[in-house]
């Protein structure tokens, strides 16, 4: 007999089955004496329907169901087992099911067949409602502890799906349930439908009851995390449990622990680094990706993880070589110094005949290499691309776009091999890829802007894919007239209005209205109308709208029309998202009367947009291949540089609260707000936490003040701010809104509201905070306050306003151009400091700029040495000041992190203060 699968098999009509004819068929379970054979093919039929989405009526469900019934009378056990498949399926939509637990617990004697036993159990719980559940506890109980771990998973995996409707019953099984985890009973699989049980038990060591056991103890004790610790410390032990899945599952809850609670996070940490050692190899991979994925990792937590999936990386399986790579791939985007000394070993699976293995190694190199290590990798790729398919490609240009973003300095060869794979065949996705890594080289690597044109140029000369040619005369309209020799690039736009479709005529009309409105030399004007006017005999109306409309621009004084085709301010999408959301989801009707409002939309600059797009892309290298993350999320790396785009839109909303409040209405808007600060332990009897806003004449402090005792109300909460008594008082307080009322774990919001001393644009103080507030106690009996009540004060943390307050990111193309400029009639300052508190370069790179409320930018928050490095940031104030840092680093073992930071602003005053923030 072959069992080679045919096409045609779909199409046989065995596989056509009428539920009518199937549900007349069913007076065969009524016939005496019963048909095994002829019964199995029936209820196959019945599977077919139900598992291929038909539905049953209910009349005919519960007639099929009390049908089947009478099959019990049959001991055939491959027909018991069908019984059971479709029992299980017809439970839902059956009436009346609940008289036939009796039938089936006559299976879960202790006499009764093993196989019996574990579908009985199944089905039963598929069978009962929660009311019935307690009447069936001790035989559930008795299964979970039954010495056969098919009987055992089988009640283990049943109580999982009765807890959410019986939870209290079943959490009293928790004996029971660590009984099973701690047994050592192998499991066996049933590998036929008939013979007896002797001969179905397979001796598969598999221990999957422990697996189940440990699943359902997570369950019962979700909400208890002590008890969760003691479960995994317990169990986690060498040898208590036998079962890889049951280790994995504790090595999952050990990383969840350990990234809920700082308190617990040694000894988890601990455990995980011991699993590193287990003898199965997918105990040992889970521990290292959870290690990996752990948040605020650090290199010496981390090394002996990379060092054991370092030895997989010679493992001869490809499995494993593959899991391995993928692991520490990941892990590379986060911590590429920490991957370095795994390097030898990439490199060798660069030749590996298995591609994803092989793309894997390349991409990993590429995260993980230095600069020095860069034209070599680039040799070796070059002669890789032509072996592999387009997806594989795409992963690595996609690479390649992040090495130039990191080392703009090799953008020459980069860029030559990107033109060179630009020509290559290819689909419209790789060709995507290539595009955008030459884009993100012209928007980050200033340098590269003319030679990427010109390959861009020569690409849409025979360029089959009509959305890139759109793309790229936009980008060329927006980069082209930037550069020192415009007109070079009129030419190619023009050939394009020629020869192409009326998509990319249209859109070269566009780019070639760029060159001319606002063009200072009268010759280059003249000759973009000339070209122009001749687009008025277009064949498309498109085509020709465009552009005798931007004749009409250029027409126009230069300054308004430059703003209408250059205007680099874009809306902030993230948050324009989001409000369409909110809009068209509401479910008030009054919302749809008026239309949406865009200019409740903040705006951002251009270069807050790219600052935005930098960051996403160096953190996001390779997302065709990308592995799944199963540990806990990944923090964001580099907060400081996606803050332009988050810092307008948390000052767009906090305006939008602001002017509901008459009292804060009058200040205007919010010029920024600083992140929350947290004023308290999150288990302290009150929780408060401030945020610092800033606006033009005036400072608001937002106190969120959370009240977590029992049978207690605060009353007319307010916050009592003083300043600190070194200098004169830089701030006058103007007055408090309280909050009226505080009960037990609902939160309320104290304003409290200053004005700036006249001349002081920048205060910087030190905040003392005490809580004062009327404590009433709640009477028992009527569940309100009492009348009367005590007063009271909680002292809570300090809060810093520093000149970094003031101070948003922002990015800039030319970090020199900047620093030079700022300079010349600006203030400087400069101080050296010792930053004991930081363990290595690349953790100050990562907490400087947040520190400093300030931009990195030229790929300098990627640290390629362990001992120097220097840091370039950039930002401006909520005034438009300009602010420029260069922090140079230098870290030793003795003394740790040593900093000299020089900064420059624009503003007097505005340097010292920034820099304080340090202090």
Known sequence: MSYAKKDEDADHPGFKLDRTSVFQDARLFNSSPISPRKCRTLLTKIAVLLFTGEKFPTNEATTLFFGISKLFQNKDPSLRQMVYLIVKELASSAEDIIMFTAIIQRDLTVTSDIIYKANAIRSLCRIIDASSVQGMERLIKTAIVDKSPAVSSAALVSSYHLLPMARDVVRRWQSETQEAAGSSKSGGGFLSFGGSSQTLAASNTNYMNQYHAIGLLYQMRSHDRMALQKMVQQYGAAGAVKSPAGVMMLVRLAAKLAEEDPNMRKPMMQMLDSWLRHKSEMVNFEAAKAICNMPDVTDAEASQAIHVLQLFLTSPRAITKFAAIRILHSFASFKPQAVHSANPDIEALISNSNRSIATFAITTLLKTGNE????????????????????????????????????????????????????????????????????????????????????????????????????????????????????????????????????????????????????????????????????????????????????????????????????????????????????????????????????????????????????????????????????????????????????????????????????????????????????????????????????????????????????????????????????????????????????????????????????????????????????????????????????????????????????????????????????????????????????????????????????????????????????????????????????????????????????????????????????
């Open 372 to 919: 020095a290590s860069v034209d070599r990798l680039m040799k070796q790729i070059s002669g890789f691309m032509t072996e592999i398919t387009d997806e594989f490609k795409i992963t690595i240009v996609e690479a390649i776009r992040t090495l130039c973003m990191k080392f703009p300095s090799k953008q020459a060869g980069m860029l030559t091999f990107l033109s060179g794979i630009l020509r290559d065949e290819g689909g419209y996705d790789f060709k995507r890829a290539v595009v955008e890594s030459m884009f993100d080289l012209i928007k980050f690597v200033p340098g590269s802007k003319e030679e990427t044109l010109s390959h861009l140029c020569e690409f849409i000369e025979d360029c089959e894919f009509t959305k890139l040619a759109v793309r790229i005369l936009h980008l060329i309209g927006v980069e082209g007239p930037k550069t020192p020799q415009p007109t070079k690039y009129i030419r190619y736009i023009y050939n394009r209005v020629v020869l192409e479709n009326a998509l990319v005529r249209a859109a070269a009309v566009t780019a070639l209205a760029k060159f001319g409105v606002g063009q200072k030399d009268p010759e280059v004007k003249a000759s973009v109308k000339v070209l122009l006017t001749r687009c008025l005999d277009d064949t498309d109306d498109e085509v020709r709208d465009r552009a005798a409309l931007n004749l009409r621009l250029m027409d126009e004084e230069d300054d308004i029309a430059e703003r209408f085709i250059k205007n680099d301010s874009m809306f902030s999408l993230s948050t324009f998202e989001h409000k369409l959301v909110m809009y068209v989801t509401s479910t008030d009707k009054a919302t749809f009367s008026t239309a949406f409002d865009v200019s409740s939309v903040p705006v951002v600059s251009h270069e807050q947009a790219l600052a935005e797009e930098r960051t996403k892309k160096l953190t996001t290298a390779t997302p065709t291949l990308k592995a799944p993350s199963t540990g806990p999320t990944k923090p964001k790396i580099n907060g400081a540089a996606e803050a332009p785009a988050a810092s307008a839109a948390a000052a767009q909303k906090y305006t939008e609260i602001f002017s509901r409040i008459p009292e804060l209405k009058a200040y205007g808007d919010v010029l920024k707000s600083s992140p929350v600060v947290e004023l308290t332990e999150s288990e302290t009897e009150y929780v408060v936490s401030a945020v610092k806003h800033i606006l033009k004449d005036h400072i608001v402090l937002q106190y969120d003040i959370k009240n977590t005792i029992e049978g207690f109300v605060l009353d007319n909460v307010t916050v009592l701010v003083g300043q600190s008594d070194d200098d004169e008082p830089a701030l006058e307080e103007e007055f408090i809104i309280p909050a009226p009322r505080l009960k037990t774990n609902e939160p309320g919001v104290v304003y409290v509201a200053f004005k700036k001393v006249e001349g002081t644009l920048f205060p910087t103080t030190t905040l003392s905070n005490s809580l004062k507030f009327t404590n009433k106690e709640i009477d028992p009996t009527t569940n309100e306050p009492e009348d009367t009540g005590y007063d009271d004060e909680y002292e809570i943390e300090n809060l810093e306003l520093s000149g970094a307050d003031f101070v948003t990111p922002a990015f800039a193309g030319n970090f020199d151009h900047i620093w030079e400029g700022t300079g010349a009639n600006g203030e400087e300052v400069s101080e050296t400091l010792a930053l004991s508190n930081l363990k290595s370069l690349a953790d100050a790179a990562e907490q400087l700029p947040s520190t400093l409320s300030l931009q990195p930018l030229e790929g300098t928050d990627v640290v390629l040495s362990n001992t120097t490095h220097t840091l370039k940031l950039y930002g401006k104030s909520v005034t438009g000041g300009r602010v420029a840092a260069l922090v140079k680093m230098a870290f030793s073992k003795q003394s740790g992190v040593t900093v000299k930071v020089s900064l420059r602003s624009d503003e007097e005053g505005l340097a010292m203060s920034v820099l304080q923030a340090l202090a």
